[in-house]
């Protein structure tokens, strides 16, 4: 069977950071499910069926990453695919402290589900779907910060 872990987060969009994550783990698990978060109350860049289709169409010759939405807690969604392994990227000690208080809760609710936490490369450390709205917002060109061959406009 080997080992899968799930990477969860809102990829709105999915940028060139994320990547960067999927592709260390790819270097430590045998599948990767990425998990799009989706919540009603915030009104995003994308559509969810869009966020979705922006990262199935760049892992579409990958088999061992699979893509699915959604709606519940991250550590529910764990056991009901019965992966044990939540992953999450680190930028720096605003994320540490925000990782660490979600992976803290989800040790006590659902302990079997173990949270590991990648850093990123420094040349990625200032990427971010926030950026990436915020660039689009103001007509700004996103395309160095999305991962190679995306054309967010595809998506939007
Ligand atoms: P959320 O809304 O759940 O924080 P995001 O889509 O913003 O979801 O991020 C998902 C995960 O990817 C988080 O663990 C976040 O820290 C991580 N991440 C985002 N950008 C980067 C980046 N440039 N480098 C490494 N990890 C990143």
Same mark, same amino acid.
């Not at 009901?80 to 979600?102: A, H, K, M, T, W």
């Given at each position: 069977?080997?080992?899968?872990?799930?990477?969860?987060?809102?990829?709105?969009?999915?940028?060139?950071?994320?990547?960067?994550? @999927?592709?260390?783990?790819? #270097? +430590?698990?045998? %599948?990767?499910?990425?998990?799009? $978060?989706?919540?009603?109350?915030?009104? &995003? =860049?994308?559509?969810?069926?869009?966020?979705?289709?922006?990262?199935?169409?760049?892992?579409?010759?990958?088999?061992?990453?699979? @893509?699915?939405?959604?709606? #519940? +807690?991250?550590? %529910?969604?764990?056991?009901?695919? $019965?992966?044990?392994?939540?992953?999450? &990227? =680190?930028?720096?000690?605003?994320?540490?402290?925000?990782?660490?208080?979600?992976?803290?809760?989800?040790?006590?609710?659902?302990?079997?589900?173990?949270?590991?936490? +990648?850093?990123?490369?420094?040349?990625?450390?200032?990427?971010?779907?926030?950026?990436?709205?915020? =660039?689009?917002?103001?007509?700004?060109?996103?395309?160095?910060?999305?991962?190679?061959?995306?054309?967010?406009?595809?998506?939007?």
């Amino acid at each position: 069977m080997g080992k899968t872990a799930l990477f969860p987060g809102s990829f709105d969009p999915f940028t060139l950071g994320h990547k960067v994550v @999927v592709d260390q783990a790819l #270097e +430590l698990f045998d %599948r990767i499910v990425i998990a799009v $978060g989706v919540n009603s109350e915030k009104k &995003g =860049l994308l559509t969810a069926e869009n966020r979705v289709r922006l990262i199935e169409d760049l892992y579409r010759n990958n088999s061992r990453i699979e @893509v699915k939405t959604y709606t #519940e +807690l991250t550590g %529910r969604f764990c056991r009901e695919l $019965g992966i044990s392994i939540i992953l999450r &990227g =680190l930028r720096n000690s605003v994320d540490f402290e925000y990782e660490r208080n979600i992976a803290q809760v989800n040790q006590t609710m659902f302990p079997e589900v173990k949270t590991v936490l +990648l850093f990123t490369p420094a040349k990625y450390v200032a990427i971010s779907s926030s950026v990436i709205r915020e =660039l689009i917002r103001f007509g700004g060109d996103p395309t160095p910060l999305m991962p190679r061959n995306i054309d967010i406009k595809n998506y939007l």
